[in-house]
């Protein structure tokens, strides 16, 4: 059974920082991705990272802010979060795919999700 658990999220103060966790178990994964979604709005991307090659992608609303990094032993893939903004609020999701998507940022593409944790910015 493929399962995707997240942690971490919590409320913060703008400017403060957080780090979200998500622990795989039941296969491996050639992608993992962060995706977000305020209230009444789109899931959105916020981050990627493939196995093979190491590489990440951003968002450019959280370029140089967020960032993410994994631990392949644990099959497990964090997310750096600082100078967080009250438009960070939403709710994060873990994704995964097997193979490498076509388009790295597109929620279709990815087949696993988790079941989200909640990230509140205060102002």
């Known amino acids: 059974q493929v399962q995707l658990v997240e942690s971490g999220g919590g409320l913060v103060q703008a400017g403060g920082s957080l780090r979200l966790s998500c622990a795989a178990s039941?296969?491996?994964?050639?992608?993992m991705a962060w995706f977000r979604q305020a209230p009444g709005k789109e899931r959105d991307f916020v981050a990627a990272l493939t196995w093979s090659d190491g590489n990440t992608y951003y968002a450019d609303s959280v370029k140089g802010r967020f960032t993410i990094s994994g631990d392949n032993a644990k099959n497990t893939v964090y997310l750096e979060m600082n100078n967080l903004k009250p438009e960070d609020t939403a709710v994060y999701y873990c994704?995964?795919?097997?193979?490498?998507?076509?388009?790295?940022?597109?929620?279709?593409?990815?087949?696993?999700w988790g079941q989200g944790t909640q990230v509140t910015v205060s102002s």
């Open positions: 039941g296969r491996t994964f050639s992608t």
């Open positions: 994704a995964a795919r097997g193979s490498r998507p076509y388009v790295i940022s597109l929620k279709g593409q990815y087949a696993y």
